[in-house]
T-cell receptor, first 112, second 114 residues
Framework: DAKTTQPNSMESNEEEPVHLPCNHS???????IHWYRQLPSQGPEYVIH???SNVNNRMASLAIAEDRKSSTLILHRATLRDAAVYYC?????????????FGTGTRLTVIP | DTAVSQTPKYLVTQMGNDKSIKCEQN?????MYWYKQDSKKFLKIMFS???????INETVPNRFSPKSPDKAHLNLHINSLELGDSAVYFC?????????????FGDGTRLSIL
């Protein structure tokens, strides 16, 4: 899997938008960009994924740079429940198995 | 309704013992996984199964033996437990093996070796 780089930690005030960056300068044309998050004492939770176009779902938005070398996960209004470690993961469709390779992620702290 | 459930939630045992962790998913998924999260919080794939068949075994000691009696269950049996086996073990499932299919995780089993 291509490597991703994320800040170790970020802080946000409650009810404000949060932009979580991810750099993936070695991304290949067949890599999907996935985001998962892990709340304290829970298993990872799928957030969103995309390939080239920006994506929106009920949890978040994913903005993908035109050259695909970076992406940003956007939480539109942070809540205390969004405090978690967020993982940016690249999945190469040329690989046979759907295994996730987690990095160190970004620990998001939400301030009341 | 719990989608991916693991039992037990906590497991404390002594070195050298044999133990099992059970995992069940009620999502109708074909593919199931075991991951290990160590004390430094790194999550690493151990095994993946598709329709009860082993797909991936990622450099895991053969003391770890997964068993899939049907596609809704993937249990993990560990022989001769060692101190280094202390970790949180997560089970997950996905509809299939396609790489744009999200995985659903259980809440983990915290294994502590005394």
């Amino acid at each position: 899997d291509a490597k991703t780089t994320q800040p170790n930690s970020m802080e946000s005030n409650e009810e404000e938008p949060v932009h979580l960056p991810c750099n993936h300068s070695t991304i290949s044309g067949t890599d999907y960009i996935h985001w998962y998050r892990q709340l304290p004492s829970q298993g990872p939770e799928y957030v969103i994924h995309g390939l080239t176009s920006n994506v929106n779902n009920r949890m978040a938005s994913l903005a993908i740079a035109e050259d695909r070398k970076s992406s940003t996960l956007i939480l539109h209004r942070a809540t205390l429940r969004d405090a978690a470690v967020y993982y940016c993961i690249l999945r190469d469709v040329s690989l046979g198995a759907n295994n996730l390779f987690f990095g160190t992620g970004t620990r998001l702290t939400v301030i009341p | 309704d719990t989608a991916v459930s693991q039992t037990p939630k906590y497991l404390v045992t002594q070195m050298g013992n044999d133990k099992s962790i059970k995992c069940e998913q009620n999502l109708g998924h074909d593919t199931m996984y075991w991951y290990k999260q160590d004390s430094k919080k790194f999550l690493k794939i151990m095994f993946s199964y598709n329709n009860k068949e082993l797909i991936i075994n990622e450099t895991v000691p053969n003391r770890f033996s997964p068993k899939s009696p049907d596609k809704a269950h993937l249990n993990l049996h560990i022989n001769s437990l060692e101190l280094g086996d202390s970790a949180v073990y997560f089970c997950a499932s996905s509809p299939g093996q396609r790489l744009n299919q999200p995985q659903h995780f259980g809440d983990g089993t915290r294994l502590s070796i005394l």
